[in-house]
């Protein structure tokens, strides 16, 4: 990564600019076009520099529910348990962890029903019951942005 590369990231972690063409406000801003400017992200997005770009809600305060769970899965079921996990597009994130319950997720829904339903579907379809239901009681907010 060169300069620019690294401007362009600093301005998309914390100001990206809210309009028609954003790339192009960016690219001004760097110093290049706006086709220069999506290449570089492009770029950056194949190497796995960035994930993903998107906005971040408060999902509370748009009345849903979330959670953080973790489960006890054995070796062999892995696999089948992270696929049932993932195949609801309410999971924003699942990862193995070196720990005895061993898969990490959070996942939000419109109602802590809905929630419910979820965790006993997965239970159910997987023969996973060792699963933490991790509600937060009390949030805090930080910056996980990074000066490149």
Not at 25 to 37: A, F, L, N
Not at 105 to 126: D, G, H, Q, R, Y
Request: aromatic letters at 8%; glycine letters at 4%.
């Amino acid at each position: 990564m060169n300069d620019i590369d690294k401007k362009i990231l600093n301005i998309l972690q914390k100001e990206f600019p809210l309009e028609e063409q954003p790339f192009l406000k960016v690219g001004q801003r760097c110093g290049i076009s706006e086709e220069e400017t999506i290449r570089r992200v492009q770029k950056m997005k194949d190497e796995g520099i960035i994930r993903r770009i998107g906005a971040v809600f408060d999902g509370a305060k748009l009345g849903r529910v979330s959670t953080l769970c973790a489960a006890r899965v054995p070796e062999d079921k892995i696999q089948t348990f992270v696929q049932i996990v993932n195949a609801n597009k309410n999971v924003t994130h699942n990862y193995r962890r070196n720990h005895a319950y061993n898969i990490w997720f959070t996942v939000s829904a419109a109602t802590a029903e809905e929630l419910e339903n979820f965790l006993k579907e997965v239970k159910e379809k997987t023969g996973i019951t060792d699963i933490l239901d991790m509600r937060a009681v009390r949030t805090f907010k930080i910056n996980a942005s990074f000066d490149v």
